[in-house]
């Protein structure tokens, strides 16, 4: 059974970069696509990117030009940066794995890091 | 974008009544390839959201029948036929038609 884990800082200050890492166990991180989704407190679920192992990357066209995600050398992480940030991106971010088939839906979630954006 | 707009945004109901959630998407979900990739997905109080229900009616592993999910086109339906106290959250409808993949912005089932 695939596992997820969020990491990286809690707090990050205004128009600098958000940095989380996603690792992955229990499953290859080649066998599908892999996504980062976030969540406001109080509020729903926004799609930020997904991401398949050969390195092909979509991204929210809201954010596309602050976003970038990669896997890592090691092949059982991803990576998130967001860049510029503001007090808006103050959210719970999640990794997640993308199921192309047989349905196109999120099946497996991490935990999820808060994230706060603030000097 | 798809946008995905969720009734009600609160349900409260009573333990053992049954609870119905709408979603509808501003187009048709119906994808080239003919299936419908719409899904549900329950987020408990806390909790990230796990997958209840995959392309229209599917349940998921964990899924215990009292859930269900039907619709076709644009219109959606979850139901749940017998609400339990572990059935307390928010769900959410999600599309994979098309990128960007979008949410519903959610429905909150509470125990009246």
């Known amino acids: 059974q695939v596992q997820l884990q969020e990491s990286g800082p809690g707090l990050v200050k205004p128009s600098e970069t958000l940095s989380l890492t996603c690792s992955v166990s229990?499953?290859?991180?080649?066998?599908?696509?892999w996504g980062w989704i976030r969540q406001p407190p109080g509020k729903g679920l926004e799609w930020i990117g997904t991401?398949?192992?050969?390195?092909?990357?979509i991204y929210n066209p809201s954010l596309t030009s602050r976003v970038t995600i990669w896997i890592d050398s090691s092949r059982t992480q991803f990576s998130l940066n967001l860049n510029s940030v503001t007090a808006a991106d103050t959210a719970v971010y999640y990794c997640?794995?993308?199921?192309?088939?047989?349905?196109?839906?999120?099946?497996?979630w991490g935990q999820g890091t808060l994230v706060t954006v603030s000097s | 974008d798809i946008v995905l707009t969720q009734t009600p945004l609160s349900s409260p109901v009573t333990l053992g009544q049954p609870a119905s959630i709408s979603c509808r998407s501003s187009?048709?979900?119906?994808?080239?390839?003919?299936?419908?990739?719409l899904s549900w997905l329950q987020q408990r109080p806390g909790q990230p959201p796990r997958l209840l229900i995959y392309?229209?009616?599917n349940r998921f592993a964990w899924v215990p029948d009292r859930f269900s999910g039907s619709g076709a086109g644009t219109d959606f339906t979850l139901k749940i036929s017998r609400v339990e106290a572990e059935d307390v959250g928010v769900y959410y409808c999600?599309?994979?038609?098309?990128?960007?993949?979008?949410f519903g912005g959610g429905t909150k089932v509470e125990i009246q």
């Open positions: 999600m599309q994979g038609k098309q990128f960007p993949l979008t």
């Open positions: 997640a794995r993308y199921a192309v088939t047989p349905g196109r839906y999120f099946d497996s």
């Open positions: 392309k229209i009616s």
């Open positions: 187009q048709s979900l119906v994808h080239s390839d003919g299936n419908t990739y």
């Open positions: 991401i398949y192992y050969s390195g092909n990357t």
């Open positions: 229990g499953d290859s991180i080649r066998s599908e696509y």
